[in-house]
């Protein structure tokens, strides 16, 4: 069994699948091991990239852990009540705007805490989130 099931996570991304099959595939209780597993592989992913930036302080590496704890659970959270409660679309508009939302704030949280300057705190707020996303899409295909 695979420590992560990137379906669990945000990306439920197969426009062929149906609210009802992806009802039956998730209940509601496994929110709580959703949410867990979805924030490990966010820090993961984010850390990682910031290293590859050259992030190299331990507080700023610190900080990017906390405040994916802070963001996370909201933007996992949020679109998978949507997708049960008002389908397919909705999940995705909600996602979208999360997603936002999240780069703007922890862009915000970045510019306040991180002694890191090389490069605008928004500017790697946008890529640490946008690598997330896209490398859990990735998955979700390969997997």
Sequence with gaps: MALFNINDC??????????????????????????VRCLILTIIIEVVISLLFKVKNKKDLLNVVLVNVLTNPLVVSLPIFMLFRYGLLAKYISLAVLEILAVIVEGLIYSKVLEYRKINPYLLSLILNSCSYLIGVFMDFVL
């Design 10 to 35: 945000n990306h439920f991304d197969n426009f062929n699948t149906s609210n009802e099959r992806i009802k039956e595939e998730m209940r509601i209780n496994d929110l709580p091991l959703i949410m």
